[in-house]
T-cell receptor, first 116, second 116 residues
Framework: EAQVTQNPRYLITVTGKKLTVTCSQN?????MSWYRQDPGLGLRQIYY???????DKGDVPEGYKVSRKEKRNFPLILESPSPNQTSLYFC???????????????FGPGTRLTVT | QKEVEQNSGPLSVPEGAIASLNCTYS??????FFWYRQYSGKSPELIMF????GDKEDGRFTAQLNKASQYVSLLIRDSQPSDSATYLC????????????????FGTGTQLKVEL
């Protein structure tokens, strides 16, 4: 089954304790993204990647790191989480335009993070 | 920064009626738009992509783009209770053919409730 998976789905942690949220897709997509979703603010892009070793900042990159060492994986790293990073996080992937695919982004199930 | 504005709702319509959801955007140069649907507690899924001026129909869904007035609408005919969800409008921040489908600015979404 074609899908984007995220782990963990739920995480409660404390301020300053480094954490990683994993994201993996099995559709051979070039593009991958991380979003956070907050009430009243909608979905905001954190980082995106156009291919292996190619990443760029989205709208709200502060406090986050990413890496893309393999095509299928795009982990999100919070080196020193703070309470304002409490949010619902989505990973997404899409194929490159012109490869016969659509422009659709496929979203993972989400990770609900609480930082106390 | 491209801005996308949506009325948060909730928009309530009776079953079988036409639901009309609107989205305005600030960048007059924007040429393509996405409508994603998000059920409560779930991840967004693409329902419509529109590129040119005018209407695009897909089953019970019609997207209408009016570049002169800078708005894009989503009409849902014969609304069903299963259409109750939040509808997100999104605009690419870079041209769609260079990966804009992966670099989106989302509106905050309109909640639709279809009542029996």
């Amino acid at each position: 089954e074609a899908q984007v998976t995220q782990n963990p789905r739920y995480l409660i942690t404390v301020t300053g304790k480094k954490l990683t949220v994993t994201c993996s897709q099995n559709m051979n997509h070039e593009y991958m993204s991380w979003y956070r979703q907050d009430p009243g603010l909608g979905l905001r892009q954190i980082y995106y990647s156009m291919n292996v070793e190619v990443t760029d900042k989205g709208d709200v990159p502060e406090g986050y790191k990413v890496s893309r060492k393999e095509k299928r994986n795009f982990p999100l790293i919070l080196e020193s989480p703070s309470p304002n990073q409490t949010s619902l996080y989505f990973c997404a992937s899409s194929s490159r335009p012109g490869q016969g695919g659509s422009y659709e982004q496929y979203f993972g199930p989400g990770t609900r993070l609480t930082v106390t | 920064q491209k801005e996308v504005e949506q009325n948060s709702g909730p928009l309530s319509v009776p079953e079988g009626a036409i639901a009309s959801l609107n989205c305005t955007y600030s960048d007059r140069g924007s040429q393509s738009f996405f409508w994603y649907r998000q059920y409560s507690g779930k991840s967004p899924e693409l329902i419509m992509f529109i590129y040119s001026n005018g209407d695009k129909e897909d089953g019970r869904f019609t997207a209408q783009l009016n570049k002169a007035s800078q708005y894009v609408s989503l009409l849902i005919r014969d609304s069903q209770p299963s259409d109750s969800a939040t509808y997100l409008c999104a605009v690419p921040r870079i041209p769609i053919l260079t990966g804009g489908g992966n670099k989106l600015t989302f509106g905050t979404g309109t909640q639709l409730k279809v009542e029996l």
